[in-house]
């Protein structure tokens, strides 16, 4: 008898099938003496579209909501259809007694397997594979160890619930919505909150009224001073009393009333989970959240030499510490050769910083493996981020920073001047990637950092030259990618309660897995524009959230329901108990918004009415990425295609060519609109026949 082996994507399945020994190949699958190894790709199984519940849901009427089906239902995705056909084929063959999932190690991976065997009618024994790399090694390992796969029912069933909640609150939202304000609009309770972090910090700029200020500085020769007032303070509100100090203190002499010097440390970072390396990817490399997703896996699918990819910890166990030696042996010959010879001629010694099981659930921090790296066999994409990956573990292994820290008081004519610097004494992990490492990182006075002379107590000093300086206060910055996912793993500034700051401390906005997606989401639907590395909300983006409720735009939602989904995964708390409250949700919110006293008010800047109703229309793009211009009235539907190759005319789209078709066939007077040679024969032949 033989076991199937269920891997996500076909890549995996290729090296899963030739460590195992299968040879036999088929499109559809690999098979070997003991397994047959086959494949999903990505999901082959989701939640069916309302219509197949009931035929009222095949329109949109406000009427029909909530939508409230008893028993969701699931259907195979057609796309890929022939691949599930060819696993349930396998599922029944009379010679297989075993199914071993290896999905992904996640909530994801859990759904996708299960739904398969669900939809595939699968009712014999199974067993999980639950591995962070895939490596040879780990994968031999991994089968070694095989685990039974009903300890993972919790983990599936959050999986479901999050669907299930996603398709109950999302497309009720988005349908009530659009039906209510007879506009194109979509809702969900990741990427509305995340919009409206978007929209407001533009509206915190939009309101800005910057503020002067002046500093004076004073140039001592060995070192530069600003000037600082009783209260600590180095910005003066008046032009004149700056202009004042200034003339008070020039060529004049003063003393030092202090110099004070104090080493410190500053350890080593903590290893990367998901987020921390996006934030660092658009950071230092520009890459968007989706892109570091899409270019990590590349490195832990193909080339095997990072770790699970969707992980949302930073820490490994204690029973890791005895690979980080090979690990470290896997750089040899990588750029980061020297350092990791280095790290290697002494003992290894982790701290809490990185080993920490208690921080470690279903994975651990994204990391090297023990795979020797092959440089040459990478992309510049691939090389720009495992360097990441890779420099960031040989920093957490490495000795703190040390420095000393120097501070100096000079007092002229009544004024205090102050200045600080720095002296390196070791250099510990911040000489592994120096380029991306400047500053002392402390939460000092905004002061520049200067190397100063040995200078004492009591030394004189003269004011060589003195300047003031004019600065205003600015604005916050729009939110990067970087930015936007630190705020979206760390929602609770965003909340007022300070119970309910500390009940979703371990939430956020998504998962470190989804988060990439609903960035490209809100792109996608043109709510949110890119312009270079700064997201800007549309006026599309606005309208919707000054359209949708209140807990919509909140990060409380789904902060807590990431909270209960973590509780269901971990045995804590019921699924159905989460998502009967998720039913009632829905019915309070479609309630709200069919009882909202809000009106639409289109603000896109094109200006343009519709031909065929006279409403407005929007900018927004369509499925293939094309812009077009689209009536907001979802009743209507009319939409003009903005794109056009360079030298061409722009080409009408399917739906324009289909609407002016049906303006020309109503407003056309039916009359011939041009002759032939011919005709004008024959015409001329009867006006003759007339006279005559």
Sequence with gaps: MKSIVLAEKPSVGREIA???????????????????????????????????????????????????????????????SHQFRAIKELLH???????????DAGREGELVARLIMRLGGWKGPFQRLWISSQTDSAIKEGFRNLRNGREY?????????????????????????????????SAGRVQTPTLAMITAREEEIKKFI????????????PFTGTWQGSKGNTRLKEEASAR?????????????????????????????DLTALQRDANNHLGFSAKKTLQVLQGLYERHKIVTYPRTDSRFITEDMVPTLRDRLKALSESPLRPHAENLLRGEIKPGKNLVNNAKVTDHHAIIPTEEKVRMERLSGDERALWNLIA?????????????????????????????????????????????????????????????????????????????????????????????????MENPQKFLSDESLKKSIEKGGLGT??????????????????????????????????????????????????????DCISLGQE???????????????????????????????????????????????????????LVCHSLSCGYEENLDQRAGESRRPGRREQAMNKRLIQEFSDKSKETSSFADLIKAAQERKKKKE
């Design 18 to 80: 030739r460590v195992l020994g299968c040879r036999q190949k088929t499109k559809s699958l690999i098979e070997g003496d003991k397994y047959i190894v086959t494949w999903a790709m990505g999901h082959l199984a989701e939640l069916a579209d309302p219509k197949e519940y009931d035929d009222r849901y095949k329109t949109w009427a406000l009427e029909y909501l909530p939508m409230l089906p008893d028993r969701m239902k699931h259907k195979v995705i057609r796309k890929t």
């Design 93 to 103: 063959r009379k010679d297989v007694n075993n199914l071993i999932i290896a999905t």
């Design 153 to 185: 029912d919790n983990l599936f069933r959050a999986a479901e619930c999050r669907a299930e909640a996603d398709w109950i609150i999302g497309l009720n939202a988005t349908r009530a919505l659009s039906c209510k304000y007879d506009v194109r609009l």
């Design 210 to 221: 910057p503020v002067a200020f002046w500093t004076v500085e004073a140039d001592f020769g």
């Design 244 to 272: 004042e100090i200034a003339g008070k203190v020039s060529g004049k002499v003063g003393h030092l009333t202090k110099v004070a010097k104090k080493e410190k440390r500053i350890n080593p970072p903590s290893a990367y």
């Design 391 to 487: 420099g960031r573990y040989l920093e957490v292994l490495s000795p703190p920073y040390r420095y000393e820290s120097i501070s100096i008081t000079a007092e002229v004519e009544g004024e205090r001047f102050i200045a600080r610097g720095t002296k390196e004494i070791a250099a510990g992990w911040k000489g592994i990637m120096k380029n991306l490492h400047v500053g002392i990182d402390e939460d000092e006075e905004d002061l520049p950092v200067q190397r100063f002379k040995e200078l004492e107590e009591g030394d004189s000093c003269t004011v060589e030259k003195i300047s003031v300086k004019q600065g205003q206060t600015k604005p916050p910055a729009r939110y990067t990618e970087a930015t936007l996912l630190g705020a």
């Design 512 to 565: 470190p897995a989804t988060r990439a997606d609903i960035i490209e989401k809100i792109i996608s639907n043109y709510y949110v524009e890119r312009d270079g590395r700064q997201l800007i909300p549309t006026a599309r983006g606005v309208e919707l959230i000054d359209l949708v409720p209140d807990q919509f735009t909140s990060p409380e939602l789904t902060a807590r329901w990431e909270q209960r989904l």
């Design 574 to 628: 019921k699924g159905s108990v989460f998502i009967k409250d998720i039913r009632e949700n829905a019915k309070d919110l479609i309630q709200t918004i069919k009882e909202s006293k809000k009106e639409y008010k289109p603000r896109d800047p094109s200006g343009k009415k519709c031909p065929m109703c006279g409403k407005v229309m929007i900018q927004t793009k369509d499925r293939r990425g094309r812009k077009v």
